[in-house]
C-alpha cells in the first residue's frame, strides 16, 4: 500500500535551516508529482511547494518563494523540502502529499517549530 513518511522537523530559530524528507513506497514514484503542504494551528492546510515526476518543474506559494526549495531524488523514492532563513510564521505541521489514481495520500506529517 501507498506509505509517505516525513521526517527533519524539530525546534528551530528564527533565520535558520532545516531539511525535511519524505520517504514514499508501495507505488511508482518517478511516476508522479509531489507535494508538501503545512498547517499551522487554527489555519487550514495550505500548500506549500509541488514537484513534477521528473523534477523538472516546480511551484512555490508565494509565502515561501526564495527561501524553500523542494526536489526528490527518484532513486531513494525521497522528495525533499529545503528550508532557508525559517520564520516564525512557518511555524506548522509538514505534510507530504502524493495524488494517485485520483486519490490523495498523506503523511503523518512533522512538526516545524521556528522560535526564539
Known amino acids: 500500500q501507498v506509505q509517505l513518511a516525513e521526517s527533519g522537523g524539530g525546534l528551530v530559530q528564527p533565520g535558520r535551516s532545516l531539511r525535511l524528507s519524505c520517504a514514499a513506497s508501495?507505488?511508482?514514484?518517478?511516476?508522479?508529482?509531489m507535494r508538501w503542504y503545512r498547517q499551522a494551528p487554527g489555519k487550514e492546510r495550505e500548500l506549500v511547494a509541488s514537484?513534477?515526476?521528473?523534477?523538472?518543474?516546480?511551484n512555490y506559494a508565494d509565502s515561501v518563494k526564495g527561501r524553500f526549495t523542494i526536489s526528490r531524488d527518484n532513486d531513494k523514492n525521497t522528495m525533499y523540502l529545503q528550508m532557508n532563513s525559517l520564520k516564525p510564521e512557518d511555524t506548522a505541521v509538514y505534510y507530504c502529499n502524493a495524488a494517485i489514481r485520483l486519490q490523495s495520500y498523506w503523511g503523518q506529517g512533522t512538526q516545524v517549530t521556528v522560535s526564539s
Open positions: 514537484i513534477s515526476s521528473a523534477g523538472a518543474l516546480t
Open positions: 508501495g507505488f511508482t514514484f518517478s511516476s508522479y508529482g
